[in-house]
């Protein structure tokens, strides 16, 4: 059985510091962890923030790569292996804490040096608690679904 290839999409996003620094750190630093380079790469748009005010605009884009899923490795294995490159770069980048929530359940958003979202890996269906593939809210997020359409194959 050989390596499997999959698309893998990104999202992200910056609204604090050098944006545009920050997504070209991020990019760069995924590309080492993953050993590939991005095969597309969204313009890079300007957004308010969502979920929260701030007067600090967002800038935002998706990139999609080609990676390759090694032999033998399951779905739900991989999907966290990816989703552990994005949070260890986003605090390489500077970024601090975890999801917060409110005592209605609901998500605290709060700006940000730098967020990486896993959008898509191939046509994979992950629903783990911490994990959700295709990202749940992407298609309610213009600044998700306008880069994402640029780098969609």
Known sequence: MPDNKVLLYLGLGSNLGDRKANFEEALRLMDEALGCHYEAL???IETEPWGFVSSDRFLNAA???????????????YSHRIL????????????????EYGIDGKRIYRSRII????????DWRIDDEDLKIPHPLMNERDFVRIPLMQVLI
């Open 42 to 44: 969204s313009d890079f």
């Open 115 to 122: 967020d990486i979202d896993i959008l898509l890996i191939g």
């Open 84 to 99: 552990g490159i994005c949070k260890n770069i986003e605090r390489a980048l500077g970024r601090t804490g975890g999801p």
């Open 63 to 77: 990139v999609r790569y080609r990676v390759t899923v090694p032999r033998g490795t399951s779905e739900p294995a």
